[in-house]
C-alpha cells in the first residue's frame, strides 16, 4: 500500500490551532504554507498529490495548513505577515527538527525569507518556487495596478461561496492556464474546500502587501529559485528580484505558463531534478568528514560560517594560494562541485554552526 501521511496539530502563539503533516524518511523538507491548501484534500487532488509524493521521497517532508485554511483554524483573528511567520515557527517547533531545508512556494516564498533571516542557524538552505518579494500593490502600476487588485478583491468576494464556478475560474485561470477542464475543475474543487470567501479575501489583502525586499540580501544559507518563465500568476521578473536580492542565489527558469507545475508537463520533471541536485545528500556522514585532514575541517569551518578566501587566508595566517589548493583537494574528497555545495554539505554536518546550537 502507498504510504499516508501523519497528521498532528499545534498552536501558534497567538492560539491559532494549525494542521501539518508529515510523510517519508530522511533529512526533513519543510513547505512554507502557500493559501489554497487542504492537507487531506491534496493528498487526493491532481493538482498537488504529485508534489507531495515527489517531495517527500527519500526525505521527511513536512507541511501544513496556514491559518484560515483547510484543516487549522477557520477565520483568525489575525491575518498577516507576522501572523503566517509565527505560523512556520509553531509548526517547525512541533516537529523537533533542530536544522532543516525550506521550501517556500509562492506567498510561502517571503514567509520562508522571513523565517530564513530570523533564524539562521536553522536554515541550511532555501528553494523559492514563483515566489515574490513584492505583493501586487508593492510593484508598482499606479491607479490601474490598484485598480485591478481591487477587481480581484471584490470577485473573491461575491463569488467565493457561491455554486457559480465563473467567479472562482478567474482564479483558476491565472494559476493553471494551460490546464485541462478536468484539472480546473479539481482546482476550482480545491479552492472551495480550502478557504471561506472572507478568508480568502483576508488573503489576498495581505498578500498584496508584502514586501521583503530589504530582508532577502540578510539571507545567508545556499539558495536555489525556481521560476516558471510565462507564469502568469507571478510574473518571472520577480523570481529574477529575487535571485538577484539574496547573495549567491542560482535561477532556475522552468518552461511553463502554470503557476503550479502539473504532472504531465516537462517543467514539473526538470524542477524536481533541481531541487534533488541541491538538497543535501542523506548519508553524507562522518566516514565522508573523516577524509579530511585536520587543516582541511579547520579551512571547512571558517567555509561554513561565509568566510571568502582572503578572510580564510587572514585567519588562518596562510596564502590565498595555499586556501585555494585546500578547498580543491576539499571539494574532491566531498564529491561537490562548487562552493555553494561544499557549505550546504558542511552545515549539514555542524560546521558553521556556533558550539550552543549543534
Same mark, same amino acid.
Given at each position: 500500500? @502507498?504510504?499516508?501521511?501523519?497528521?498532528?496539530? #499545534?498552536?501558534?502563539? /497567538?492560539?491559532?490551532?494549525?494542521?501539518?503533516?508529515?510523510?517519508?524518511?530522511?533529512? @526533513?523538507?519543510?513547505?512554507?504554507?502557500?493559501?489554497?491548501?487542504?492537507?487531506?484534500?491534496?493528498?487526493?487532488?491532481?493538482?498537488?498529490?504529485?508534489?507531495?509524493?515527489?517531495?517527500?521521497?527519500?526525505?521527511?517532508?513536512?507541511?501544513?495548513?496556514?491559518?484560515? #485554511?483547510?484543516?487549522?483554524?477557520?477565520?483568525?483573528? /489575525?491575518?498577516?505577515?507576522?501572523?503566517?511567520?509565527?505560523?512556520?515557527?509553531?509548526?517547525?517547533?512541533?516537529?523537533?527538527?533542530?536544522?532543516?531545508?525550506?521550501?517556500?512556494?509562492?506567498?510561502?516564498?517571503?514567509?520562508?525569507?522571513?523565517?530564513?533571516?530570523?533564524?539562521?542557524?536553522?536554515?541550511?538552505?532555501?528553494?523559492?518556487?514563483?515566489?515574490?518579494?513584492?505583493?501586487?500593490?508593492?510593484?508598482?502600476?499606479? @491607479?490601474?495596478?490598484?485598480?485591478?487588485?481591487?477587481?480581484?478583491?471584490?470577485?473573491?468576494?461575491?463569488?467565493?461561496?457561491?455554486?457559480?464556478?465563473?467567479?472562482?475560474?478567474? =482564479?483558476?485561470?491565472?494559476?493553471?492556464?494551460?490546464?485541462?477542464?478536468?484539472?480546473?475543475?479539481?482546482? /476550482?474543487?480545491?479552492?472551495?474546500?480550502?478557504?471561506?470567501?472572507? /478568508?480568502?479575501?483576508? =488573503?489576498?489583502?495581505?498578500?498584496?502587501?508584502?514586501?521583503?525586499?530589504?530582508?532577502?540580501?540578510?539571507?545567508? #544559507?545556499?539558495?536555489?529559485?525556481?521560476?516558471?518563465?510565462?507564469?502568469?500568476?507571478?510574473?518571472?521578473?520577480?523570481?529574477?528580484?529575487?535571485?538577484?536580492?539574496?547573495?549567491?542565489?542560482?535561477?532556475?527558469?522552468?518552461?511553463?505558463?502554470?503557476?503550479?507545475?502539473?504532472?504531465?508537463?516537462?517543467?514539473?520533471?526538470?524542477?524536481?531534478?533541481?531541487?534533488?541536485? =541541491?538538497?543535501?545528500?542523506?548519508?553524507?556522514?562522518?566516514?565522508?568528514?573523516?577524509?579530511?585532514?585536520?587543516?582541511?575541517?579547520?579551512?571547512?569551518?571558517?567555509?561554513?560560517?561565509?568566510?571568502?578566501?582572503?578572510?580564510?587566508?587572514?585567519?588562518?595566517?596562510?596564502?590565498?594560494?595555499?586556501?585555494?589548493?585546500?578547498?580543491?583537494?576539499?571539494?574532491?574528497?566531498?564529491?561537490?562541485?562548487?562552493?555553494?555545495?561544499?557549505?550546504?554539505?558542511?552545515?549539514?554536518?555542524?560546521?558553521?554552526?556556533?558550539?550552543?546550537?549543534?
Amino acid at each position: 500500500m @502507498p504510504e499516508r501521511q501523519k497528521l498532528r496539530f #499545534c498552536t501558534a502563539s /497567538d492560539g491559532v490551532r494549525l494542521a501539518y503533516a508529515t510523510m517519508g524518511s530522511g533529512l @526533513p523538507l519543510v513547505k512554507a504554507a502557500n493559501w489554497l491548501s487542504h492537507l487531506e484534500y491534496e493528498w487526493q487532488s491532481p493538482i498537488w498529490r504529485h508534489w507531495v509524493e515527489g517531495l517527500s521521497r527519500g526525505r521527511t517532508y513536512i507541511r501544513y495548513d496556514s491559518r484560515g #485554511c483547510g484543516l487549522s483554524d477557520r477565520e483568525p483573528q /489575525d491575518m498577516s505577515s507576522e501572523a503566517w511567520l509565527r505560523d512556520l515557527e509553531a509548526v517547525v517547533d512541533a516537529t523537533g527538527f533542530e536544522r532543516f531545508a525550506l521550501l517556500g512556494p509562492s506567498r510561502g516564498g517571503a514567509t520562508a525569507i522571513e523565517y530564513a533571516v530570523r533564524h539562521p542557524e536553522r536554515v541550511s538552505h532555501l528553494v523559492l518556487y514563483g515566489a515574490f518579494a513584492r505583493g501586487r500593490l508593492k510593484r508598482g502600476g499606479g @491607479p490601474e495596478k490598484a485598480a485591478e487588485t481591487a477587481l480581484y478583491h471584490q470577485l473573491a468576494a461575491m463569488g467565493w461561496g457561491t455554486d457559480n464556478a465563473a467567479f472562482r475560474q478567474v =482564479f483558476a485561470a491565472e494559476f493553471l492556464p494551460e490546464a485541462t477542464p478536468d484539472l480546473i475543475q479539481a482546482f /476550482d474543487d480545491l479552492q472551495r474546500a480550502s478557504v471561506f470567501a472572507g /478568508d480568502a479575501v483576508r =488573503f489576498m489583502e495581505a498578500s498584496a502587501q508584502i514586501d521583503v525586499t530589504e530582508l532577502a540580501p540578510r539571507v545567508s #544559507c545556499p539558495t536555489l529559485v525556481l521560476h516558471a518563465r510565462h507564469d502568469v500568476r507571478v510574473p518571472f521578473e520577480e523570481g529574477r528580484l529575487l535571485a538577484a536580492l539574496i547573495p549567491g542565489a542560482r535561477l532556475v527558469p522552468l518552461e511553463s505558463r502554470n503557476h503550479i507545475l502539473l504532472e504531465a508537463e516537462p517543467a514539473w520533471p526538470r524542477f524536481l531534478e533541481e531541487v534533488n541536485a =541541491f538538497l543535501p545528500v542523506a548519508g553524507m556522514g562522518a566516514d565522508t568528514f573523516g577524509k579530511l585532514s585536520a587543516r582541511e575541517r579547520e579551512l571547512l569551518e571558517l567555509l561554513a560560517r561565509g568566510y571568502d578566501n582572503h578572510q580564510i587566508a587572514a585567519h588562518l595566517d596562510v596564502r590565498e594560494k595555499t586556501v585555494r589548493n585546500h578547498i580543491s583537494s576539499i571539494f574532491s574528497k566531498l564529491g561537490v562541485e562548487s562552493r555553494a555545495q561544499a557549505i550546504v554539505r558542511a552545515r549539514d554536518a555542524g560546521f558553521g554552526v556556533p558550539a550552543g546550537m549543534k
